[in-house]
């Protein structure tokens, strides 16, 4: 398994999902850290394949995905996991993206709020591209334009998070409530909210794709689309499996369903 930031909450549990699964089908698991980087993801994967593995679970680096390519090329049974791709070559295991998100802006649109705002992941990531399309499509369904303005780049980590709602905040008339594209950008929102003396839920509503532990444990608790991490985990070792056991079946992309939590964040 070769996946970015093992250290990471998210990417936390993920893995322990995966490792549960395989243990369950008696499989043993070496895990690598990519570091997100397409060269270490190259090194960490050809390292791997010394290793005489019988097949591989790869969370792909954003950009080039000539590590992937590779895999297909060369027959090696492969499973894209939670970063998925835009491809049909490969099985693919992930959570779905632009409905979930879709719902959130809606849910602040029916709500009343007329300019909501996007902390945006980094482009070139198709998780991050799906959930920029699910803010468009969710504004569209709840009779809003589309705005620049509103949309910030908040980078993928905490620091982003935090100098994309600053940059929201400064907009004229800044928006009234913030959906954020993924839980390590949250860490940086909720700070710099708080930073400036806002109080989530009153002044400023706020929602996010991921559901970290501490977004339930915060006051007010965060409004959220929890992903169904277990189940992507599970999903993934299942179609690992059933690619070593028929290598000649047709590639296959499953994408479960974010679970809607709906907390006091969102002033509601």
Known sequence: MALHDPSNPHVTRVVHAIEDAAGDAGCAITLADTGDSVATEAEVVRSLREQNVDG???SPAAGDDSVVTGLVRLGIPTVLVDHVAN???VDQAGA????AVSALVRHFGTRGHRRIGFVADLPGRVAGDERALGYRLGLGRAGLRWN???VANGRGDAGGGAAATAKLLETTPSPSALVVSNEAMLVGVHYELHRRGLRIGDDIALAAYGDPAWARTVDPALTAMAPP???IGHAAVHLLLRRLTDPERRPEA???APEFRHRTSCGC
């Open 56 to 58: 591989v679970l790869l």
């Open 87 to 89: 491809r049909n070559d």
């Open 96 to 99: 779905e993206n632009v409905q």
């Open 148 to 150: 620049p303005d509103l």
């Open 229 to 231: 991490v277990a189940e």
């Open 254 to 256: 499953v994408r479960l």
